[in-house]
């Protein structure tokens, strides 16, 4: 897949595109869009997905003011304005999630549907109680067993990466802590606008997360005013990864049946 390039709001972003159908645009998570090209391709036999790498990811430029979750959520509902989509579905995984929630929570009028994997962005419990692994002091290893149902699926071979490939992997975990920092991988005020959300949403959980377990999938669904939620074997935080073909055709099976 090739990236292709749009100036959006005087950002220059790169993005994915595939496909024809009803648009699904799709946010990635804290680690970028490597390694989701099969369920990106599993998706465009239905869709017409575009994925673009969010501002400080891959390769799209972080404007320097930008430190906050609510800048890349406006940032999304622009792209929707700019590409001139209007009943689109909306999907996100891990931060990607998180982002795709705020966007719902301010606007959904080009919004059809949400589809949520793995998201963060909730905090359901007291101050004391962690709900979101913090992977950023972690160790590979650990990180590994962590994130994946079979961490042997996380390995990149760094050493056959080209210099831009490099940056942009160096890039991307400098905008996950930087986005998903302080508080911690959530907004503390999300959780009493989410009635805001005001069409069908699909949540979608690996059912071998040990970031965010299923348990906190299940208290997302319950949060949305109308969710579904489904459970993904084999699979860890990042399911359109491990699972490609199994989480796509979940996604294209409620489309069908939910989202008119």
Request: hydrophobic letters at 45%.
């Amino acid at each position: 897949m090739e990236l292709k390039q749009r100036v959006i709001r005087d950002v220059t972003v790169a993005f994915l595109e595939e496909g024809r159908g009803r648009p699904l645009v799709y946010l990635h998570g804290g680690f970028g869009l490597a390694g989701h090209e099969a369920f990106i391709g599993h998706l465009a036999e239905r869709f017409r997905v575009i994925a673009p790498d969010l501002p400080g990811f891959g390769a799209t430029e972080l404007p320097r003011s930008w430190n906050v979750v609510d800048d890349l959520a406006c940032f999304g509902l622009d792209l929707l304005a700019e590409f001139g989509l209007d009943d689109a579905l909306l999907a996100g995984s891990c931060l990607g999630g998180w982002v795709a929630a705020e966007m719902a929570v301010r606007s959904t009028g080009r919004i059809r549907g949400l589809v949520l994997i793995d998201a963060t962005g909730l905090k359901f419990g007291d101050h004391l109680t962690r709900e979101i692994a913090d992977i950023h002091a972690m160790g590979e290893a650990e990180q590994a067993e962590t994130l994946y149902a079979d961490p042997s699926r996380a390995r990149r071979d760094t050493t056959a990466m080209n210099d831009q490939e490099l940056a942009a992997l160096a890039q991307n975990r400098e905008s996950f802590a930087l986005f998903g920092w302080k508080p911690y991988m959530h907004n503390p005020v999300l959780r009493r606008w989410v009635h805001r959300i005001d069409v069908p949403a699909l949540v979608v959980w690996g059912e071998r997360d040990r970031m965010v377990t299923p348990d906190y999938g299940r208290n997302w669904a319950a949060a949305l005013p109308d969710a579904t939620f489904e459970l993904i074997h084999d699979a860890g935080h990042y399911p359109a990864v491990e699972q490609p073909g199994a989480s796509a055709g979940r996604i294209i099976s409620w489309s069908e049946e939910t989202v008119s």
